[in-house]
């Protein structure tokens, strides 16, 4: 046992030593940045100077503090959010100018949560209006979606709306909006952060490259500090099938006000297969299409929830939404995965993963066979989960796809136990996999022999 401890403990101080090594370089050596930036898949810290490169912990890199450097070493104006420390920054060439205290975010619990991402500053009005809300925002500026940072809001009778959360705009105190208004100019950056990574916690020892699964590209890694810890063929690009329709959702939910609906025609459900219940010259909302589109992998819901903004202006916002979370190497052709143009690797689909765990949770809630019935009732009672193991009171949430050229995609977040009655959330993503199922199986199985009594 005390040996054990005593590793951990050296472990500890070298890994915080070399990470702090590795963030100095990369603010001293701007050309590195952008090298890293464009290029760099896995972030590989050693332990030990003279250790092996497959003996060394990996991690993937994490967009948020390198687009943070990167904007720093070029001295740029940009904001900076961060939600988990409730604080806003504002840079002026490089250099903080103001900490500002954040008065209220979204609640990501129940559909709020503000989202995080590499934005820019769309637009400004002194007093912006909320048609979701009905309320006057003060110095609001419009950065993504539906979502501002804005002053206190207030009714039309002037009284001021209060309230724990916001619906998933950022807001401050009037004085200090009115500040970050005055500060800002269109076009400049904005990037909200929820959480730091690359934490010294770590779990196992360096990333398996030795595990047998059937999955041409896999991923197992950590959801709380990107810590892999088995992959094979992760930055590989490959067709993704239904996975897409994660992205759909996202879209549909962040631009759009969750109380809408929709009547169907027959042209929206021309997609191959069909969903019991979902028929034409009926009413859905918007909420409720996200059962079937999420847990049978519904192709005509994914088609029907285009329609609230238009299918070409969904697509696009479905790719556009890849850069600001860090997936550099994703494309979408189309909604629900059936082209095999849709392609992505699994590093990408980690970034893409975090995102829904960390902002929009109720997504996972569903895809476990869960009926969200915040925004209205929903109708459909038959419905098949593909999602493989809703059962397991471990699995936090995911999604399944198949097309012939992608064969079997998947998603599996598991709360994996250690020994010492901790827990850690696991992403197992897999791409061109024979069996989805025995390769999670497999994989957990690996978990207990090499990880769970370390």
């Known amino acids: 046992m005390f040996l054990s401890l005593f590793k951990k403990l050296f472990c500890f101080f070298v890994l915080s030593a070399l990470i702090t090594g590795f963030f100095l370089f990369v603010i001293s050596n701007p050309k590195e940045i952008n090298k890293i930036f464009s290029s760099a898949s896995l972030a590989e810290i050693s332990k030990e100077d003279n250790q092996k490169p497959e003996e060394k912990i990996k991690y993937l890199i994490d967009f948020y503090s390198l687009t943070e450097q990167e904007f720093i070493s070029q001295e740029k104006d940009f904001i900076e959010i961060n939600l988990s420390e409730e604080k806003a920054q504002v840079y002026k060439q490089g250099i903080m100018e103001k900490e500002i205290d954040i008065l209220t975010q979204g609640n990501p619990q129940e559909w709020g949560g503000t989202p995080v991402g590499l934005y820019e500053v769309l637009s400004g009005n002194k007093i912006g209006f909320s048609n979701i809300s009905q309320v006057y925002m003060p110095w609001a500026l419009h950065f993504y979606g539906k979502y501002y940072i804005h002053g206190e809001p207030y009714y039309s009778n002037g009284t001021k709306m209060e309230s724990d959360y916001s619906g998933g705009c950022i807001r401050f105190t009037d004085k200090d909006a009115e500040y970050i208004f005055k500060a800002t100019e269109i076009g400049i950056p904005m990037l909200i952060i929820d959480k730091q990574s690359l934490s010294s916690e770590i779990v196992g020892g360096p990333a398996s490259h030795n595990l047998e699964v059937s999955a041409e590209s896999f991923l197992v890694a950590d959801l709380d500090n990107y810590q892999v810890l088995a992959e094979k063929n992760s930055s590989q690009v490959l067709p993704i099938a239904s996975l897409s329709k ?142 493989i193991f809703p059962e397991s009171q471990d699995f936090l949430g995911g999604k399944t796809g198949f097309i012939v050229e992608s064969k079997n995609t998947g998603i599996f977040i598991f709360k994996m136990p250690l020994s010492d009655n901790t827990s850690r959330n696991i992403v197992i993503i897999l791409l061109k996999s024979k069996s989805p199922k025995t390769d999670v199986e497999k994989i957990i199985t690996w978990w207990f022999e090499n990880i769970f009594l370390q």
């Open 246 to 387: 994660l992205m759909t959702a996202i879209i549909a939910i962040e631009h759009n006000n969750l109380k809408n609906s929709i009547w169907t025609t027959e042209d929206m459900l021309t997609a191959l297969g069909s969903t019991p219940g979902l028929e034409a010259n009926k009413k859905y909302n918007l909420v409720e299409l996200l059962h079937p589109l999420l847990t049978q992998s519904s192709n005509d819901a994914a088609e029907i929830l285009t329609r609230f903004l238009g299918r070409e202006k969904t697509i696009n916002l479905m790719n556009e939404k890849t850069k600001t979370i860090g997936m550099k190497n994703t494309f979408f052709e189309d909604p629900s995965g059936l082209s095999p143009n849709n392609v992505s690797t699994t590093e990408d689909l980690f970034y893409l993963t975090r995102y829904i765990f960390n902002v929009r949770p109720p997504i996972l809630e569903i895809t476990k066979g869960e009926i969200i019935e915040d925004f209205g009732t929903v109708h459909f009672e038959d419905l098949h989960n593909k999602n």
